[in-house]
């Protein structure tokens, strides 16, 4: 979470930045740092994001074909899949799929045995991208260019009355310093929605180190690394978003923000992650969005799209002999539109820590 001194104090024209004090002479030079401290503070954050958000995608929905599936083998959206984890057999491997959650708590650790050993056992780690896949000059080049307004223009110079109006009001109603409001003027709708998160978030314990797929990253070694999409791809996705589509989610992740409550929809995510519960995972993510019909296409680009899109490169890796380790955002995974299901039509998919449901199962029916 940022703080409010890091932007500097205007009447004493010091402006403090990661603790050093730095006077300005003119508006041009103070601006000028502000905007270095935004860039610096994107392009730490766009790594990883909140679970709810991931990153923006395609806007086409996902079509779900009713094929034949393989004798005996029921849909993956129809069962409890503790962790949203999978296994998927084709004739010549094995691929495990896992459900991430982007942002973690230290208590969401140690995952399962069955998770780690089947990560253990696995030669490749396959993830959506790689942080570190596109150099630090290029990204500043792409932040520079599509994250920060275009010159003589601000964010709301990008908004409705109404979003003008909503960010004002959520301005007032928290608290926040016209200091932070200046940073934020700086960066478009989605440069803004991007970075608030974790500037403005209450809740001190989430963190982008503690997610899933940071957690594996950190402990691939020496396996292969396979990217299903890539940084920059998703960054040009993240900048193409429809103009209504990028205020609307601007708007709702302020309402969230607006809204949260300590531990209340994340604790919800990880309890319901934890213990399978597929269909609360699915409602979760579908109350983010909302009804209207720009958060619709919206999670149609950024959900569905995407979802046969890396369906497809993993069918890549079933055709190969190496034993893979997929790491994904939950919500691409869950659901009738989802990659398990997808991928079900053509292999064996399965629950992957099925012995831990059959003894839940065995305790439920002795009850």
């Not at 709810?52 to 996902?62: L, S, V």
């Not at 084709?90 to 399962?112: A, D, N, Q, R």
């Not at 978003?241 to 709702?252: G, M, N, S, W």
């Not at 989802?338 to 002795?366: N, P, Q």
Request: proline share 3%; hydrophobic share 40%.
């Amino acid at each position: 979470m940022i703080n409010d001194k890091d932007v500097g104090e205007r009447r004493g024209r010091v402006c403090t930045v990661k603790g050093m004090d730095c006077r300005h002479e003119s508006r041009y030079a103070r601006n000028e740092l502000v905007r270095g401290v935004v860039l610096e503070r994107v392009m730490g954050v766009h790594r990883y994001r909140r679970a709810a958000g991931c990153f923006a995608a395609i806007a086409m929905a996902m079509f779900v074909a009713a094929c034949s599936r393989q004798e005996g083998v029921e849909h993956p959206s129809s069962l409890a899949v503790p962790y949203a984890f999978w296994r998927v057999t084709s004739p010549t491997t094995t691929v495990y799929l896992l459900g991430s959650i982007h942002y973690g708590t230290k208590e969401m650790y140690p995952l399962p045995e069955e998770v780690e050993s089947a990560f253990a056992s696995s030669s490749v780690l396959v993830i959506e991208a790689d942080p570190d896949g596109m150099s630090a000059a290029n990204r500043r080049a792409f932040l520079e260019q599509r994250a920060f307004c275009e010159k003589g223009k601000k964010l709301d110079d990008y908004l409705s009355e109404d979003g003008r109006q909503a960010l004002r009001a959520y301005w007032k109603d928290t608290g926040r310093s016209e200091e932070l409001m200046d940073m934020v003027q700086r960066l478009r709708p989605w440069g803004a929605t991007l970075i608030l998160p974790t500037w403005l978030s209450r809740s001190a314990d989430v963190s982008s180190e503690l997610g899933v797929d940071k957690h594996f990253l950190k402990e691939a070694g020496g396996k292969q690394l396979v990217e299903l999409e890539g940084l920059a791809y998703q960054m040009e996705f993240m900048a193409s978003v429809p103009a209504d589509e990028q205020e609307a989610e601007l708007l709702r992740t302020l309402a969230s923000l607006h809204d949260e409550k300590p531990g209340s929809t994340f604790a919800q995510t990880i309890a319901a992650w934890k213990s399978g519960d597929l269909p609360g995972m699915e409602r979760l993510s579908r109350d983010w969005y909302g009804n209207s019909q720009a958060m619709n296409n919206l999670r149609d680009a950024r959900v569905f799209q995407r979802n046969q899109k890396m369906a497809e490169k993993i069918e890549q890796l079933l055709s190969g002999q190496d034993r893979c380790f997929v790491v994904v955002g939950y919500s691409h995974l869950i659901g009738k539109r989802g990659i398990a299901e997808w991928l079900s039509s053509k292999y064996k998919v399965e629950a992957g820590m099925v012995s831990r449901l059959d003894a839940t199962s065995k305790m439920e029916k002795a009850g």
